[in-house]
């Protein structure tokens, strides 16, 4: 399985006053997702969650980035949710 690699930075809008929040690519740290049987044999999901008081309004919010790598060394897909903010950007990730 490969490592992620992070560049970019991810900007998120809160949801509850409008303020830009930025997150580097530095504070992401991946973890392998534990496999379940569903998962074709090979593929590897990484996340990372971060969690971000706004620098506004302090209301929490926060980010979850799942990379998905398959075949190994091959980024399949990237999903990204964002939690009471919206993206504004996105980082970027290799594999
Ligand atoms: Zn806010």
Redesign the pocket.
Known sequence: MGVVSTSGSTRLK?L??Q?INHISSVELDFSEVPPNESQPVGRTGHEASLSKV?T??S?QIGVTYTVWEFPEGNLEEVDAKARNAVFMERCSFRV
């Open positions: 809160c509850n006053c303020t706004c506004q309004c209301s």
